[in-house]
């Protein structure tokens, strides 16, 4: 059902607007906070009318203040899926750069705050905007709770288990083992030879579709390795070194890759890691740079920019990828992946329906003003 503006018109908008390379940091921030505000207007109202007969409202983080006002607005319970720490905290440093590991913890903590408190800064003429249009001279009830699930492997981030208030860890939401079966062309061709490389990079604005195809196949000749481009952007066709096919099921083309290079979106770093396989992160924008900088530090792949990338330093990568000792240490990681995300949070969340007058205590607070409940 049609909601909001459409992700790929806000993906290209970030890509397309050139304050967000202006070297005035003013003109940057002003382009971030633009494309914070931008359709959340569209997003509320439509959303407004679907959630009416609810009994709870799920949310991801980009539309998390939209589902928490709509939330607000009829009363309901709000459950909001978090696919990485957003959520103040000392674990996870704040800037995904290599010095942050070296930040004092509770600078983190601090930081994490202050960016929930400017995107909210940033959101709130959007949601008063919509507090006037939605309940005409009034304020709408408080909402009755919000839940943070927290959809993704706590073991990746070590410590942070402990450290955050009230957790509900139910792992990635992976899909179920029944895989659709391969192709028959494409599983031709990957029994054909040894484990090839994957690259794909999802629903990312790829500008220049040859010339990174160009640059894989390149890489891959150098490496001696056969290639699996995949990306609607790309021309579909299958031959000895390279096959570029539009989309593929990860669960079952990934545990047949000796290396997964990729955008760094939850989802997909949830399936290399699912795979066993050592991922080069390229990311690209929102929390893309924390899953490469985190993949790297657990020793389980290699990251940089996809902006800049180039052939040598994409080769780079790949070898310190595809090292022994990565390598086993995916596999590893892969054998004790668990694979019961989607059910465990349902669990959560049917416990919010049964009962919406959990208390406090049992991690359930109310519906909250600002990203990842910071007030």
Not at 35 to 44: D, H, I, N, V, Y
Not at 87 to 95: A, D, G, I, L, M
Not at 337 to 347: L, M, P, T
Request: hydrophobic share 45%; glycine share 10%.
């Amino acid at each position: 059902m049609p909601f909001g503006l459409d992700s790929g018109e806000l993906l290209r908008a970030q890509r397309d607007d050139a304050r967000f390379r202006h070297p005035n940091p003013v003109r940057r921030v002003q382009a971030v906070v633009d494309l914070q505000r931008r359709g959340f207007g569209e997003a509320a109202r439509d959303l407004l009318s679907l959630a009416g007969d609810s009994v709870v409202l799920v949310t991801g983080m980009a539309c998390e203040e939209v589902a928490a006002e709509v939330a607000r607005h009829h009363a309901i319970p709000l459950a909001a899926m978090h696919f990485f720490p957003i959520q103040p905290n000392r674990t996870v440093p704040v800037v995904p750069t290599d010095w942050a590991r070296y930040l004092p913890a509770e600078l983190n903590r601090l930081g994490w705050r202050a960016l929930a408190k400017a995107r909210a800064w940033a959101l709130a003429p959007e949601i008063a905007a919509f507090r006037r249009a939605a309940t005409p001279g009034g304020d709408a009830d408080s909402g009755r709770s919000y839940t943070a699930i927290q959809a993704y492997d706590p073991a990746l981030f070590p410590g942070l288990e402990d450290e955050l208030r009230e957790p509900l860890f139910t792992g990635f939401p992976v899909p179920a083992d029944e895989s659709p079966a391969i192709g028959a062309e494409l599983s031709e061709w990957l029994c054909a030879g040894p484990a090839p490389i994957y690259a794909g990079f999802g629903s990312m604005p790829v500008t220049d579709p040859v010339a990174i195809e160009s640059m894989v196949r390149e890489v891959g000749r150098r490496l001696g390795r056969r290639v699996l481009l995949v990306g609607s952007m790309f021309r579909p066709r299958i031959g000895d070194g390279l096959a570029v096919v539009d989309q593929v099921d990860h669960p079952s083309v990934l545990p047949l890759c000796a290396v997964a290079v990729h955008h760094g979106g939850a989802g997909t770093t949830a399936a290399a890691l699912r795979a066993g396989v050592p991922s080069v992160i390229c990311a690209v924008q929102a929390d893309q740079p924390y899953w490469g900088r985190q993949i790297e530090a657990l020793g389980l792949g290699a990251t940089a920019p996809f902006a800049g990338l180039t052939a040598n330093r994409l080769e780079r990568l790949l070898i310190r990828a595809t090292e022994p000792e990565v390598v086993a240490w995916a596999a590893a990681f892969g054998a004790g992946f668990r694979d019961d995300g989607v059910r465990r949070a349902a669990d959560v969340i049917e416990s919010i329906t049964r009962d919406e007058s959990i208390t406090e205590d049992s991690g359930v607070r109310e519906v909250p003003t600002m990203i990842g409940g910071v007030r």
